[in-house]
């Protein structure tokens, strides 16, 4: 092949891995003059600045002012609304009062309702929650507004619920989900999320059934921009989920669709979270799913939507989702082996192909995947023992992690143009029987295990066909052989970015892997370049560029701020005090209080809260005792009833505070009601570490508890009371951060935290 063919085919591949990314969202304008009857990103911005002004989770000062805010605007549009309140446990003993808005537009027909869902309330305590879930707040109250001023009565009713506390335990869910007369009407559920601030919004599907229903009608409601495979469905499937729409799946048996972005992940639960940092395409990508999805489904026949039936789909940028039934996933796959098999007996036969030579080509392809798959699996490992500051994003993603991906893919590259260099004695046609054979076991293996991967098998035809031409002609046409190699690059570039950002740099191998397995389904023309040692070169410059890069950009500003935190915890038991922190390497402003040379924590470290992570104290120091007083607390009842003993107290804060945590020694409670809410007899058989009950207050409420245990066995209970009030606390001058630091996401933090413990022996 001419160099220049190689060079522009190169090209080519580029400008579609580019496309790629580019389609997938839509582009944002300027577009706050737009018709009134469509939706208007600008418009919907306007909500998430007033709603990310302050942290407003349940208990904080503006969580209040958010909702009075939403319900005008609902009122605005004419609409009637109302407040549910209420306690609810969710499913892990996490308890709130919720207080969800409702309300409810008529169609014109009886039927199915269609329900429109997001959550106001932000993560506690400092996150601001443009993005979680202000855009999704923003982008039903545009869209709603955008749909009425067309003026067309919808035929099914339409039910919007901006719930609360989902932070927290997804309570205003469970508080809907179980306790409104309006659950039984609805058929359908749209809910908007985010786990980041940027990025193309993916739609997943949650239901107890098969989805060829649900994808059939969001196929006819023809969104513009999909962003959504079948891949992603079957590990969510598999996974313990926690969206609000989760608990109507459970609880009531109604399904729908999540709409969530999770790029720039480290922004996630943090203060940085704010306005500036919602990424626009992302917001106007949500209202692109919920305009059309909007008119189809207050139309569309929501009784029947449930379906044993599955579907194998995913988005091809531009053309919008395919799909098709799993029942052809056995005989695409059948299909392509025979291919695979016709082509290498009838190329052995005309000696076309050589038995030694093929047998040769695994040697590259395995070592490949050993040196990518052994580097990415140590990447992060490496990168947090260089760089230990590292270790305090819990996300797992660093601020340069897009960095990382660069460096991480372009080393892939230049391994796989090095190692194929080093072996270009076999001729291509022989080498792409490894490739080929691998890619058809990874397909039976998914067909059998993870069947909605399946369409894995897609951008195996293109290389089939690639190998069939190869092995016919001496010099194919390098154009043809790189369009056969598109839907390698349609389809499974995206993935290369999407499992480090969502799940974390640690998934670095996943992306190194696939990288190469992308290769392999591209080798019947790169096989070809005789420029390979020279791309080699050029990849790995790239490589260490972008090292280069991530290390200059390694350091923490007002930009790129590190998480932080400090906490006061005073032991009433013991009338001791110490400081603590959750830092792996604590920043100045923390080691201030914590002395330069801090100690591991002893006694606080079994008796540690629970948090996101299970993350421990790091370091504490003690600290001079202050007059703050941990709750009153008084026992009501105490009393034998047959076997059992019955105790009832209540626990009254005496300061303002925003969580009470519970633990018992390890005991077998019979039967446990906080606040009138009976927690589950599986939880309590489940619940970890002694875990009780954790309170999310509101008002400052007292929490009342009512124990039965066996009344041979003695109770203990230990009282864990916290106020994220630390920094504005007037027995403490605990100066504010400098700007390159904000408080750490995940763990309880800014805390004044007063521990007590009661026996019943
Ligand atoms: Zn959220």
Not at 336 to 341: C, G, I, P, S
Not at 426 to 434: D, E, G, M, T
Not at 633 to 646: K, P, Y
Not at 705 to 719: D, G, H, I, R, S
Request: glycine share 6%; hydrophobic share 45%; proline share 5%.
């Amino acid at each position: 092949m001419k160099n220049s063919t190689a060079l522009i085919t190169l090209l080519l591949i580029l400008a579609a891995i580019t496309l790629t990314f580019r389609l997938a969202t839509p582009a944002y304008e300027p577009d706050a003059d737009l018709e009134e009857t469509v939706f208007s990103t600008d418009r919907a911005l306007v909500h998430v600045k007033k709603i990310a002004e302050a942290p407003h989770a349940v208990g904080f000062p503006a969580h209040r002012e958010v909702q009075q805010y939403v319900v005008r605007e609902l009122e605005k549009m004419g609409l009637e609304t109302q407040i549910q309140k209420g306690y609810t446990a969710g499913d892990w003993g996490n308890l709130s009062r919720a207080e969800n808005i409702l309300t409810r537009i008529k169609g014109t027909e009886p039927g199915k309702a269609l329900l429109l869902l997001s959550h106001y309330d932000s993560n506690p305590h400092s996150a601001l929650g443009a993005s979680d879930a202000g855009s999704g707040v923003a982008t039903l109250l545009e869209g709603v507004r955008a749909f009425l001023a067309g003026g067309i009565p919808p035929r099914n009713d339409i039910i919007i619920v901006i719930s609360d506390a989902e932070e927290l335990g997804l309570n205003g869910a469970d508080l809907f989900a179980n306790n409104h007369p309006w659950i039984k009407d609805i058929g359908l559920v749209l809910n908007f999320e985010a786990r980041g601030s940027g990025g193309a919004s993916y739609m997943l599907i949650e239901t107890n059934r098969g989805n060829a229903r649900l994808i059939e009608e969001f196929i006819k409601a023809n969104p513009k921009y999909p962003v959504a495979n079948s891949l992603a469905y079957s590990i969510y499937k598999m996974l313990p989920n926690d969206t609000d729409l989760t608990v109507f799946r459970e609880d009531q048996d109604i399904e729908g669709f999540n709409f969530a972005f999770i790029d720039d992940h480290f922004d996630y639960h943090t203060v940085m979270d704010n306005y500036d940092r919602l990424d626009r395409e992302s917001l106007a990508h949500q209202g692109n799913y919920l305009m059309p999805l909007l008119l189809h489904f207050s139309e569309a026949d929501l009784g029947n939507l449930k379906s044993l039936d599955e579907l194998n789909y995913f988005n091809v940028p531009y053309y919008g989702l395919v799909s098709y039934p799993f029942e052809w996933i056995w005989p695409m796959f059948l299909l392509a082996l025979v291919a695979f098999l016709a082509i290498v007996f009838y190329g052995l036969r005309k000696k076309r192909l050589s038995g030694k030579q093929m047998a040769m080509g695994f040697l590259p392809m395995l070592l490949i995947l050993l040196i990518n798959g052994v580097a990415g699996y140590f990447s992060w490992s490496i990168l947090q023992w260089i760089y230990p500051e590292y270790q305090d994003i819990l996300h797992g993603f660093t601020y340069n992690g897009h960095a990382y991906i660069a460096a991480f893919v372009y080393f892939s590259l230049g391994v796989c143009f090095l190692v194929y260099h080093n072996f270009k004695e076999i001729s291509v046609k022989n080498l792409l029987v490894a490739p080929a054979a691998l890619w058809l076991l990874i397909c039976a293996l998914l067909a059998y295990y993870l069947p909605g991967a399946s369409f894995f098998i897609v951008p195996v035809f293109g290389l089939l066909a690639g190998f069939f031409i190869v092995s016919q002609q001496k010099e194919p046409n390098a154009y043809l052989l790189a369009f056969l190699g598109l839907p390698a690059l349609v389809m499974f570039t995206p993935f290369v970015k999407m499992f480090p950002v969502g799940l974390g740099l640690k998934m670095m191998v996943v992306a190194m892997v696939m990288v190469s397995l992308i290769f392999f389904l591209l080798l019947p023309l790169l096989g070809f370049y005789r420029i390979k040692r020279g791309l080699a070169a050029l990849f790995l410059l790239l490589f260490i560029g972008f090292l280069f890069d991530a290390h200059l950009s390694k350091g923490f500003d007002a930009d790129r701020p590190k998480p932080s935190s400090l906490l006061y915890v005073l032991d009433e038991d013991e009338n001791t005090a110490q400081w603590a922190t959750y830092e792996k390497v604590p920043s100045p402003w923390t080691t201030q209080y914590l002395g330069s040379d801090p100690a591991k924590p002893r006694k606080l470290g079994d008796k540690t809260l629970s948090s996101k992570y299970s993350t421990g104290f790091t370091f504490v120091a003690n600290a001079s005792l202050k007059p703050v007083s941990g709750p009153e607390i008084q026992v009501r009842l105490d009393t034998l009833m047959g076997n059992d003993r019955l105790i009832e107290l209540i626990v009254q804060p005496q300061r303002t505070v925003n969580r009470l945590e519970v633990f018992t020694n390890d005991i077998s409670l019979i039967s446990a009601v906080v606040n009138d809410i009976t927690l589950s007899e599986y939880y309590l058989e489940h619940r970890r570490r002694g875990k009780l009950i954790n309170h999310y207050i509101s008002d400052n409420d007292s929490t009342v508890l009512k124990l039965a245990f066996p009344k041979e066995e003695q109770l203990e209970l230990t009282f864990y009371e916290a106020s994220n009030d630390l920094l504005s606390h007037e027995l403490f001058s605990v100066p504010p951060r400098p700007e390159n630091l904000i408080p750490m996401p995940f763990v309880l933090n800014d805390a004044v935290l007063v521990t007590k413990t009661v026996f019943f022996d």
